[in-house]
């Protein structure tokens, strides 16, 4: 069965750099969700789309913005990276937010460095 | 807000034994969802298993149960024979049914389970 797709895997900036991370959503699913894991932390929820508009936001920085194209993919754009920054970036779809028991299905995530 | 505890930051169990991963939570909502995930050295975010807080039947999936006391609001994972491949993070979360911030998951701070041969 076809998986969410994130890219890149890696991806390595420079303090002050912008950076672009890609999510692709199981097919038919409406519904994608962004986290950030540190290193050795809980995923922190980011920001959330439903039907290409904003559905929820959490503790997301002023730096990062984010949005969900007409094919649901969406990308989460990050500017003036911080070392803080360093993290692993998941994505994660679900179809139908309204559903019983919607299951979010996790990307394999994206590991960004900030030297 | 809600907020969700894992008391245990390692856990250890011998292979084909069973261990028990505790997990605590604390919401304002009637209704919400609970999850358990699994996530081993790669780093993938894997559902190992979920449960309606609606429903009073603790959810089972193969050699993964839960045991959830709503009043308690316990939510704890069973984990019966276990193999070298269950080794990972453990990561209990919960998600609101409806309300405010629906559909977004709140964490614990993981158990990293360890399987001894």
């Known amino acids: 069965a076809a998986g969410v797709i994130q890219s890149p895997r890696h991806l390595i900036k420079e303090k002050r750099e912008t950076a672009t991370l890609k999510c692709y959503p199981i097919?038919?699913?409406?519904?994608v969700y962004w986290y950030q894991q540190g290193p050795g932390q809980d995923p922190q929820f980011l920001i959330s789309?439903?039907?290409?508009?904003?559905?929820d936001k959490g503790s997301i920085p002023d730096r990062f913005s984010a949005q969900q194209f007409s094919d649901y993919h969406s990308e989460l754009n990050m500017s003036s990276l911080e070392l803080g920054d360093s993290a692993l970036y998941f994505c994660?779809?679900?179809?139908?937010?309204?559903?019983?028991?919607?299951?979010?299905?996790f990307g394999p995530g994206t590991r960004l460095l900030v030297l | 807000a809600q907020t969700v505890t894992q008391s245990q930051p390692e856990m250890s169990v011998q292979e084909a034994e069973t261990v028990t991963l505790s997990c605590t939570y604390d919401?304002?909502?009637?209704?919400?969802?609970l999850f358990w995930y699994k996530q081993p050295p790669s780093r993938q975010m894997i559902l190992v298993i979920r449960q309606e807080a609606y429903k009073q039947q603790n959810a089972t999936e193969n050699r993964f149960s839960v045991n959830f006391q709503k009043a308690a609001k316990s939510f704890s994972l069973k984990i019966s024979d276990s193999q070298l491949g269950d080794a990972a993070m453990y990561f209990c979360?919960?998600?609101?049914?409806?309300?405010?911030?629906?559909?977004?998951?709140?964490f614990g701070q993981g158990t990293i389970l360890t399987v001894h041969p």
């Open positions: 789309f439903y039907e290409k508009m904003q559905s």
């Open positions: 097919p038919r699913h409406d519904t």
């Open positions: 919401t304002s909502e009637s209704d919400y969802y």
């Open positions: 979360a919960i998600r609101n049914a409806g309300g405010t911030s629906y559909g977004k998951l709140t």
């Open positions: 994660a779809s679900s179809l139908d937010r309204r559903a019983m028991i919607e299951t979010q299905y």
